[in-house]
């Protein structure tokens, strides 16, 4: 009888158990199996498995425009994409170059939807594997897209390892305006890369060692080739059976994950692409021999994606090409056009420097003379904004000359030597500060600054930029939140300290009018004081260009925005031999 009884509480203790468990994962649905209801965190389910994820989300929404592909098709920037093209796309890319998924979401697609038009980004890594087998809750596809048994789908998910359900709660403690590593899609389908695009990318070979190019490339067999190409032509014959506009394009490789490969199977991959149908081919140009135009040596970076965006719909010509009868790939050695720099920092000019940020007009007078001299031109953060994202050019030798905080020394002492050698500078003024010989609120002296007026009688040889309006602070006070620099406060919230940035700069933008016009590109961090969210904000709100405080040379790459980004600083101060950065 005991025994009987024991085996009745240890079944139903089972039973609470696996209920508990199924009502967990539910809820939490860290996979959007069932869709997502109590939690809606959708970008962190196609984060988890985007091949189950993505589907479940767009059932019910009426998309009619798709990406499909691998991962590299994530760097097709949407919002770009809708500005050439008027339309909406979701990205249904998943993880793993298996075209045998991606065939497959184009035919669900293509029953579920009135779908109109289908991009096709194809990369050579889709030779490698075909119909890999799914052994992972991170890899099933929906049974809707699979054909699969529905019940054992959901029973895997119903009664999976909690530990995904309990990571997931976790995670909502963690939720950020920036970017974390569990969640890293945005909710059109494309990765998240905000973080990415803003980081500071550096030298051509620091960059290499820091994400991930120095490794072992190990040769690779493009052994399911031609199940790859069967793949694109069933889907080539799907879309236009149905009237669906499909464009494909063949995506840029970084040069060493390229050599991983046979030539002879490339070229005759290649060949079998174009006989199936006319596609965009980015690949053999010169930003395939520059890592920094990638993620890591897999993921182009969304830059050449919004280049391949602008020869497809803007008609560019340097970048692709038009693949419309058989032909072999391009190559080319070429690397993009670069340059090397150096950003000078100053302050304050008097006659007695008592620190480091102070200076002695013959100490700048000095340092303009030995520019002049030895041939250095002085250029302004238009000039690499314009050199980086355009046409324009820069001089091979070149620097820039920086003043922080915004003394009237600069306009008293700095601004007619600079008129004397022909040379142009860019300072960053602090707003509240403007025009003011007394701390602000207080009767305290202060270095006197210069005023608006004097500003724009400047505007002739300087360019400004921003130090913020009121966010370099020297005392506290009770009349505001004190902020020495502008990054957020310890314990501050993001949502307070994103309200306080953006009406900071909505009051420097304000003043800025009255000495200068459009609005500033450059902002100067206080104290080179920054992190992820002040980075990601000061892009939001328009600064293309940022400057810390950190010593070192600068790199910048046309066509890569990214580079603009973190850039380093050389004090001047009393000390300091110039010729040591030419």
Not at 328 to 339: E, G
Not at 435 to 442: E, I, S
Not at 449 to 471: L, P, Q, R
């Amino acid at each position: 009888m005991k025994e009987k009884k024991f085996i009745t509480i240890f079944f139903v203790c089972i039973l609470i158990l696996a209920v508990i468990v199924a009502i967990l994962n539910v809820v939490a649905d860290p996979f959007n199996v069932f869709g997502d209801r109590f939690t809606k965190w959708y970008t962190y389910d196609f984060t988890q498995n985007p091949r189950t994820a993505k589907i479940e989300y767009i059932k019910g929404k009426d998309y009619k425009n798709f990406i499909l592909g691998a991962s590299g098709a994530s760097s097709i920037p949407t919002a770009e994409l809708e500005k050439y093209t008027g339309k909406k796309y979701f990205n249904l890319f998943s993880y793993g170059a298996d075209l045998y998924v991606v065939e497959k979401n184009l035919n669900y697609i293509l029953k579920n939807y009135e779908v109109e038009s289908v991009i096709l980004p194809l990369s050579i890594p889709s030779a490698l594997r075909y119909n890999v087998e799914r052994t992972s809750l991170n890899y099933y596809m929906n049974p809707d897209v699979s054909g699969e048994s529905k019940i054992l789908f959901y029973l895997k998910y119903l009664f999976a390892n909690p530990r995904n359900a309990i990571e997931k709660f976790k995670a909502m403690g963690k939720r950020s305006l920036v970017q974390e590593s569990f969640d890293v899609f945005s909710l059109d389908g494309s990765y998240d890369k905000s973080q990415r695009d803003i980081e500071y990318i550096g030298s051509e070979e620091d960059y290499k060692a820091e994400k991930g190019f120095n490794k072992d490339y190990t040769k690779l067999k493009m052994a399911h080739a031609n199940d790859a190409l069967e793949a694109i032509r069933r889907m080539k014959k799907a879309c236009d059976d149905a009237g669906v506009e499909l464009t494909m394009f063949l995506c840029p490789m970084y040069k060493d994950e390229l050599a991983r490969y046979d030539k002879a199977e490339v070229e005759s991959y290649y060949k079998g692409l174009a006989e199936i149908s006319p596609f965009w081919d980015f690949t053999g140009t010169e930003y395939e021999n520059d890592p920094r135009f990638f993620y890591d040596p897999a993921h182009f970076r969304n830059a050449l994606g919004k280049m391949m965006l602008e020869t497809i719909y803007a008609g560019r010509k340097d970048f692709g090409r038009y693949v419309d009868k058989v032909e072999v790939p391009l190559y080319t050695d070429a690397k993009p056009d670069a340059r090397e720099f150096y950003i000078f920092e100053l302050h304050h000019i008097d006659k007695d420097p008592k620190n480091a940020y102070i200076i002695t007009k013959e100490k700048f007078e000095s340092v303009l003379k030995y520019l002049k001299e030895n041939n250095i031109a002085t250029v302004s953060f238009r000039d690499l904004y314009n050199y980086v994202n355009g046409d324009a050019d820069l001089p091979q030798k070149f620097c820039i000359i920086t003043f922080d905080d915004g003394y009237r020394s600069n306009y008293t002492e700095a601004y007619p030597l600079l008129k004397k050698y022909g040379l142009k500078a860019t300072i960053f003024p602090v707003g509240k500060t403007m025009g003011l010989n007394k701390y602000p609120d207080t009767d305290k002296d202060i270095y006197e600054h210069f005023s608006a007026a004097e500003a724009k009688e400047m505007s002739d040889v300087i360019e400004f930029g921003s130090h913020t309006y009121w966010m370099h602070q020297a005392y506290p006070s009770d009349k505001y939140t004190f902020r020495r620099t502008a990054k957020r406060l310890p314990g501050e919230s993001e949502d307070t300290y994103v309200k306080a940035f953006k009406e900071d700069t909505a009051k420097y933008k304000a003043l800025y009018k009255e000495f200068a016009d459009g609005e500033p590109l450059v902002f100067a961090y206080p104290e080179g004081d920054f992190d992820g969210l002040s980075e990601l904000i000061a892009e939001e709100v328009g600064y293309k260009v940022t400057l810390g405080v950190k010593p070192g040379k600068n790199y910048i790459v046309k066509g890569l925005p990214e580079t603009l980004k973190k850039l380093k600083r050389i004090n001047i101060d009393e000390k300091t031999d110039i010729s040591e950065y030419e």
